[in-house]
T-cell receptor
Framework: DGGITQSPKYLFRKEGQNVTLSCEQN?????MYWYRQDPGQGLRLIYY???????QKGDIAEGYSVSREKKESFPLTVTSAQKNPTAFYLC?????????????FGSGTRLTVV | GDSVTQMEGPVTLSEEAFLTINCTYT??????LFWYVQYPGEGLQLLLK?????DKGSNKGFEATYRKETTSFHLEKGSVQVSDSAVYFC????????????FGGGTRVLVKP
């Protein structure tokens, strides 16, 4: 079945470490997105990519980095520069040709700084 | 820019009650409108959508009608169940904005038996 896979589901990071969250899709979607969700709050866009080898900053890109070397994959690195990384991270993808289909979301990664 | 405003929660209901979650939007063109649902600890799932004025989206007993004149897309369900307890997000996308989704802040719904 087609979908988006995020891994791991839970991730613990020590202060000062970089960690990478995985996001893979087999929907043949062109565009991919990373969102951050804090408890009881909405979604904030971190980065997005509309085509391979290209990506743009979202609203809260500081302290994060991404790459888009393959259409299927859009990993997110949370760097030590991100001062408050504990959050729920959601990856999504969409078919760029038609915004009427919305996004397909992964099941999320919960990152906790210990 | 585009924006979506939805009623703040939490909304607490008894089973079989009627649910309405208000959603209004601001957009420069003619957006597509969506409702997403998020169950605890999970990602978002598309609940329903509407792509043009007067369209009605429906799924799992939920309905929402695209009202261009009032720039609204209110979500309704006639008889809620405990399993409908979740957070509901209203969203829009516009081709002029590269089809990026703009989300409302989410409304938490709690249905008690």
């Amino acid at each position: 079945d087609g979908g988006i896979t995020q891994s791991p589901k839970y991730l613990f990071r020590k202060e000062g470490q970089n960690v990478t969250l995985s996001c893979e899709q087999n929907l043949n979607h062109d565009a991919m997105y990373w969102y951050r969700q804090d408890p009881g709050q909405g979604l904030r866009l971190i980065y997005y990519s509309q085509i391979v080898n290209d990506f743009q900053k979202g609203d809260i890109a500081e302290g994060y980095s991404v790459s888009r070397e393959k259409k299927e994959s859009f990993p997110l690195t949370v760097t030590s520069a991100q001062k408050n990384p504990t959050a729920f991270y959601l990856c999504a993808s969409s078919s760029q040709g038609d915004g009427a289909y919305g996004y397909t979301f992964g099941s999320g990664t919960r990152l906790t700084v210990v | 820019g585009d924006s979506v405003t939805q009623m703040e929660g939490p909304v607490t209901l008894s089973e079989e009650a009627f649910l309405t979650i208000n959603c209004t939007y601001t957009a420069t063109g003619y957006p597509s409108l969506f409702w997403y649902v998020q169950y605890p600890g999970e990602g978002l799932q598309l609940l329903l959508k509407a792509t043009k004025a007067d369209d009605k989206g429906s799924n799992k007993g939920f309905e929402a009608t695209y009202r261009k004149e009032t720039t609204s897309f209110h979500l309704e369900k006639g008889s809620v169940q405990v399993s409908d307890s979740a957070v509901y997000f209203c969203a829009l996308s516009e081709k002029a904005a590269g089809n990026k989704l703009t989300f409302g802040g989410g409304t938490r719904v709690l249905v008690k038996p």
